[in-house]
DNA sequence: TGTGACTAGTTTCAATGTGACTATCGAGCC
DNA sequence: GGCTCGATAGTCACATTGAAACTAGTCACA
């Protein structure tokens, strides 16, 4: 069981523990802190917990010690291995370095717009539209906030660049819709259709 | 069993058969013809054999006719019903319209960057960069490629844009850690670290 | 004494990703 | 004839992921 692959929770868990050995509750929060659960999935401690079993399992962490400090529920608290140092270190190049083929909503749902008329699909991406500014500003917001080294904030940065690049393509497709630009009919695309096949 | 949410296959499923009555495997085969093996994952043939189904126990497709055509081994031919009809609009809207969060690897990894030192870093992003000018390239030659109509081209487009983003971003930031523009160490990230705690 | 918020963890169900495995038919090779 | 090869078609098994519900203790506060 060597964990070849590893997934964003994973290498963030492990990433944190090389900082400091922790507690499984206490990593959830310290990643909400710092806000990683932007680019991580450590709302629903099911996926937290089971990800720390697999570490385990594969030796890439041990517990350091269990134990309770009156207040609390019982604590177990995990420390990072030389293995998980040498492992942390291969996937995080790997996650650098190699693109993953990963398959989103939205190009899969853009793939099928055709269905609709020009008129609806205008609609249903102007509300994208709203949302994805919401989520452009408060990325600029934090980016913003200096007092925090640039190399901490690189993934902020990126997810500028590309949820950037889809407002302005979206607004440049609506723009399109709406003035008759970008349209189709149902008998253009039969044809379409049957030179395809 | 609503199927209250629709993934990638499964409205992309819903839509061919739309078009056409089909089985499984011609499925796989028209969907990897009209490129959509790009945006939604139709090389493990497992996945869509679950998939269908799903959207058979869900109503939303049944079963037109089975048989064989002599030199094929059996095949079941599907067909969307009106369920499925009006479940594939709602699915298409929602998809189109709600950006759902998704927690793809590189950001996750990205939040990791000050593990390695600055040179390292830069020689993962440069491997990176490579590729993705690799894939940017190969969306543009299927733009390029006239003849099919723009909307039913609208998701590489998409990816154009975000590929495109992606690419810039990329060089940028080599640029900067390769002109010492962008660096760090580690003794300024453990002051950081302390402060934000 | 009750209520809500925070801490900590488990259980369950559904969906996804990946690889390997079985089996049939036709075509070409020796 | 016997052989392999490739396309066709489908199944099995295993690991991972996502989301929600459920249990339970502690603390603050009214």
Redesign the pocket.
Same mark, same amino acid.
């Given at each position: 069981?060597p $964990?070849d *692959?590893?997934?964003?929770?994973?290498l963030t868990v492990l990433a944190l523990l090389r900082y400091r050995p922790l507690?499984?509750?206490?990593i959830q929060?310290l990643l909400k802190q710092w806000g990683k659960d932007q680019v991580v999935?450590v709302?629903?401690?099911?996926? $937290?917990? *089971?990800?720390i079993?697999?570490l385990g399992e594969?030796g890439l962490i041990r517990v350091r010690e269990?134990g309770r400090?009156?207040?609390?529920?019982?604590?177990?608290v995990y420390e990072i291995t030389d293995d998980g140092q040498v492992t942390l270190r291969r996937w995080l190049d790997e996650m650098l370095s190699v693109p993953?083929?990963?398959?989103p909503q939205f190009p899969a749902a853009l793939s099928n717009a055709l269905m609709l008329a020009p008129d609806e699909l205008a609609q249903a991406l102007e509300r994208r539209e709203q949302v994805v500014a919401g989520t452009l500003a408060a990325l600029e917001e934090q980016l913003a906030d200096t007092g925090v080294p640039r190399v901490a904030m690189l993934e902020v940065e990126y997810l500028r660049a590309v949820t950037e690049a889809e407002a302005r393509w979206l607004r440049g497709v609506v723009e399109d819709l709406r003035g008759g630009r970008l349209t189709w009919s149902r008998e253009s695309l039969e044809e379409a259709a049957a030179a395809l096949e």
């Open positions: 069981m $964990l *692959r590893g997934s964003p929770l994973a507690h499984p509750y206490g929060r999935n709302g629903q401690r099911t996926g $937290l917990y *089971r990800t079993d697999r594969a269990t400090d009156q207040q609390y529920p019982e604590r177990t993953r083929q990963e398959f």
